[in-house]
DNA sequence: CAATTTATGTCAACCGGTTAACATACCCGG
DNA sequence: CCGGGTATGTTAACCGGTTGACATAAATTG
């Protein structure tokens, strides 16, 4: 690999005059400047940036931390952040938690180490106290940390509400939500709230399946909906934390014989990809992923450079009435 | 951030010594040791990585080129990747090309000027040439770029015969295969050649639907497959480049009312997760990816440690019969 | 023509570690 | 008591850039 020094020697100038072309500083005449875009060109020569970081405690560098960007939703939410943060000049190292909090404190620990300039954090299976330690900028995706701490989250409770409403507009008696573990202190649990208070509200009977804590395991989704329709078969509308779940549930639907709509009235939530793809196309709760993703990014940004940056920010979520309900 | 000096001063030792505690070497007395981690951990001290990075010339990151992250297949595959190569003490840089070639380009610079210690390239949009001139180490996903270059595969060939084979056991007289541009050259391409050679030696008639180069555009897929059956209402039976295809494969045929399997029968390829959570489960040519994926970070460790590594790197492939074939 | 402005160079320090060379000193065993 | 292993320190160079201070000289400008 060629330095900044192989570059003086060809174009005939000095380090210094190099590295004012380079950072574009300093008066520069045109001749010089060709002379060192030549030189470098003919060596192939870019200048290791890591070195750069080190001398500007500046890496560009992005640590996203999600359960794992094998589950659609985050490998969406990843795509988008990757493409926003690399036009904004910043680079993603990527890391999968499985939601294990040893793993995630590892990785914490990791990013520091690497000195990147801030972490965007999908999991959060740590007690609150270790993200405040965290001197580094952070911005938690869809969870409340502290006062100090920037969230992007898009209305949970909301989501939850228009879902329920939807399953009871469209007649259901007797409901249930499936939703991930509701011990892991996150916003999406406002969902779960949503459909308790409106459920008690039109006094509709009404149940809740939780998932294992450390879970994205789909096969898992199916069982413990199967074990609901076993125990309860009169379960009409069904609420589901993620269009996974609910293709899910479609299939244990189908296996049941019972159809859906007609008899079972399924609506999921983000809309990713996947839930307009299957048939009938999954009624869904739609977060604003590209923009969650960018404006995480973009708070990054605002607190690496000092800016003042809200805490709180919550964008709306929107209903799609598609096939399932 | 507290730096190796401090430490050293806090523990009353030499930036020597420490140094020589956090690389065990030379030698180091119990408590000289005792107290440099006390000190460590008093300041909550962790080394900057980017520091060791440029005296070692080796950064321990592996930058990943996929075209999106959002597509299950590269999403499930970046997991594994990411999982296997912290394990072994690599970073993943994640780079998402969109199959466009001068990001890919870019990408290839921006990694390069990081000095990452190899690339993972799954994206390759560009010419042969500009791999080779790659001086970094470099493993191509399901392309063979030159001799010089290892690549991982699965076994192409066999997956589309397999799948064709299937159709026709099936009894399909009228088969179609969807796959990605054949304008791109992949590995994966052999599977549209292993699927003419048997129909053709089969004397069954067949057509192929080519999707555009630069797409995973799931709404397109839907597209280009209601076309064809308004074309050929006759086609029964449908070999499709990825699950995700299948999927949508599926929905077409609901819309238009045909049956599956029993009006035409449908065979994926890669067996994503999806692919058994959709009902009926699709039928689907296996690759191993996780193999695939752990063995492309052996070979950049191969590579990056100057140790002799095969080129051809082809796992088998298998048939899993579900539902939909 | 003097004062700026422009253009470039030299030199050294710095970012935060790592490492080789060399010095010193203690402890232990033969 | 000498020699070697053990333990630690000092010093300086190095990784590949960046930057400020300062010097020099040519080109512009008023």
Redesign the interface.
């Known amino acids: ?1 060629p330095t900044i020094k192989d570059v003086a020697k060809r174009a005939g100038v000095s380090v210094t005059t190099v590295s004012r072309v380079l950072n574009n500083r300093g008066y520069i005449g045109e001749t010089t400047r060709k002379k060192v875009y030549k030189a470098m060109e003919e060596l ?1 020569y ?6 750069r ?2 001398f500007r405690k500046k ?1 560009n ?1 992005i640590g996203l931390i999600v359960p ?5 939703f ?3 939410m ?3 952040i ?2 926003y943060a ?1 036009s904004r000049g910043y ?6 938690s ?1 939601l294990d909090s040893s793993k995630e404190q590892e990785y914490i ?2 990013l ?4 990147v300039d801030g972490i965007i954090m999908a999991s959060h299976t740590l007690d609150v106290e270790e993200y405040k ?1 965290l ?1 580094l900028p952070v911005v938690a995706f869809d969870r409340f940390i502290s006062k100090k701490i920037p969230y992007v989250t898009s209305d949970n409770y909301r989501g939850g509400k228009l879902a329920v409403e939807l399953l009871l507009e469209r007649g259901c008696t007797k409901i249930a939500h499936m939703c991930g573990s509701l011990h892991l202190d996150m916003l999406a649990n406002q969902r779960h709230r949503a459909f308790m208070d409106v459920a008690e509200e039109r006094k509709v009977p009404y149940f809740t399946v939780e998932t294992d804590i450390n879970v994205f395991e ?1 096969k898992k989704y199916e069982e413990l909906l199967l074990d609901l329709f076993i125990e309860h078969p009169e379960v009409d509308g069904l609420f589901l934390n993620s269009d ?1 779940m609910a ?2 549930a ?2 244990v639907c ?2 049941l014989g019972k159809r859906v709509p007609e008899d079972v009235k399924i609506i999921g939530y983000d809309d990713v ?2 839930a ?6 999954i009624t869904t709760i739609r977060q604003p992923l590209e923009q969650m993703s960018r404006l995480s990014v973009r708070l990054i940004e605002g607190l690496v450079n000092k800016k003042p940056v809200s805490v709180e920010n919550c964008l709306p979520v929107e209903l799609v009435r598609r096939g399932t309900a």
């Open positions: 690999m192939d870019q200048p290791n940036e890591v070195a970081s080190l890496s560098i794992t960007v094998a589950h659609p985050f490998g969406e990843t795509s988008y990757e493409t690399y680079k993603v190292l990527i890391c999968n499985q620990w990791m520091r180490r690497n000195q330690k001197e789909v996974i293709v899910a479609m299939k189908s296996k990809s996947i307009s793809l299957v048939s009938p196309e």
